[in-house]
């Protein structure tokens, strides 16, 4: 289509969308990729072969519309949670969808929406505000402390100021690393309650790598608190797209008023039970990545970097002058981390060992540089 150039701004697209960027991280072609907080290692052969016979099973009934609810694929999701997460849910507990941002934008059409808010304690998860501009939710960027914890009482004057329809916690938290004890979460479900009362959602997308047990206990007897999680990280299946949630059966009612029709495909359903078949074989993955967590926090201090404690499988470290140069700097020797812009910092993916030697050894190098 040829003639005059036009761009979003010419369009008639929402004022609240103007002079905005999407959301996304460099892909560059470098031999070491650390940017994105995938799993480097690739889904064992036998779960490959169970993927494609599951999805070789699906694809006889291609001409059917998936199964609209996922019972089959809410149940197993269930039994993991109930398995892994020390505390028992059900099928009626659970909601699935195409990512865990997808469980999110439906929370947000459901919860949020114009007229309404949703808060969260920044740095944090970008996607949360940009799925609240995208649903016409009101963003309030709430505090951190300079270690980049919650503050509980700080965090809970906010709630108490704005009264937010949905409130964000997200632990462990994204870019820092940090994560959140189950008392925090506690007060500030209080703190949200009186304020409106408001949706709470815990979003645990990186809490398999944590240190501590998740939060899902915290849902029984709280209707208003959501657990969202993710099998892009842990489950090692970031192409796969599939995310969820825990909570009182009448969120997961709730949701299904906004969520598209046939919304999860077949396929995608086949693929996340034969993952799920596998969930030991995966989690052993997770342990070694937990282990390559923990050198590279031991390694970068080592170095004379300053490092967030880490619950997740990245690492946050700095300080740089100009963090964006540093990113450039390490670029060099062939290795991609992310610049979140959080001022004088980077964050970097554990990878396999390899990877993270790699890096290691151009953050040494980078530290002699800036030593000289």
Not at 47 to 56: M, N
Request: charged share 20%; hydrophobic share 40%; proline share 6%.
């Amino acid at each position: 289509m040829t003639g005059t150039a036009i761009g979003i701004d010419d369009l008639p697209v929402r004022d609240e969308l103007r002079g905005k960027s999407p959301y996304g991280a460099p892909q560059l072609d470098v031999p070491v990729q650390l940017n994105t907080n995938e799993n480097p290692y690739p889904l064992p052969e036998p779960l490959v072969r169970r993927i494609a016979e599951r999805v070789a099973e699906a694809a006889r009934t291609l001409n059917r519309y998936p199964d609209r609810d996922a019972v089959e694929l809410r149940t197993e999701l269930a039994k993991y949670l109930t398995r892994t997460g020390k505390h028992p849910v059900g099928m009626e507990n659970v909601w699935a969808a195409n990512g865990s941002n997808e469980v999110l934008q439906q929370l947000l059409q459901t919860f949020g929406g114009p007229g309404r808010t949703a808060i969260g304690f920044e740095p944090s998860y970008s996607m949360h505000s940009l799925i609240a501009r995208g649903t016409g939710t009101g963003w309030i960027s709430g505090p951190r402390n300079e270690d980049f914890r919650l503050d509980v009482e700080a965090a809970a004057r906010a709630i108490a100021e704005h009264a937010p329809d949905v409130v964000f916690i997200t632990s462990p938290n994204n870019p820092t690393g940090t994560a959140v004890d189950a008392g925090t979460v506690l007060a500030l479900y209080e703190a949200a309650q009186e304020a409106k009362p408001s949706l709470v959602v815990v979003d645990e997308a990186y809490v398999e790598f944590s240190h501590r047990d998740s939060l899902l206990p915290l849902i029984e007897g709280r209707p208003n608190l959501v657990i969202s999680r993710t099998m892009s990280k842990a489950f090692g299946a970031a192409g796969l797209r599939l995310g969820y949630l825990a909570a009182h059966p009448a969120v997961v009612d709730a949701v299904q008023l906004v969520r598209l029709p046939y919304h999860l495909s077949a396929v995608t359903q086949a693929t996340a039970l034969a993952a799920l078949e596998h969930t030991d074989t995966l989690l052993g993955y997770v342990e070694q990545l937990k282990a390559e967590r923990d050198r590279l926090v031991a390694e970068l201090r080592a170095i004379g970097y300053e490092v967030t404690d880490s619950d997740a499988n990245f690492v946050q470290f700095g300080t740089f002058a100009d963090a964006h140069t540093a990113w450039q700097q390490i670029l060099a020797h062939g290795v991609l981390v992310r610049d979140n812009g959080v001022p004088g910092r980077l964050r970097v993916t554990a990878g396999t060992p390899a990877e993270n030697d790699a890096f290691l050894e151009a953050v040494r190098a980078l530290k002699k540089e800036q030593q000289a």
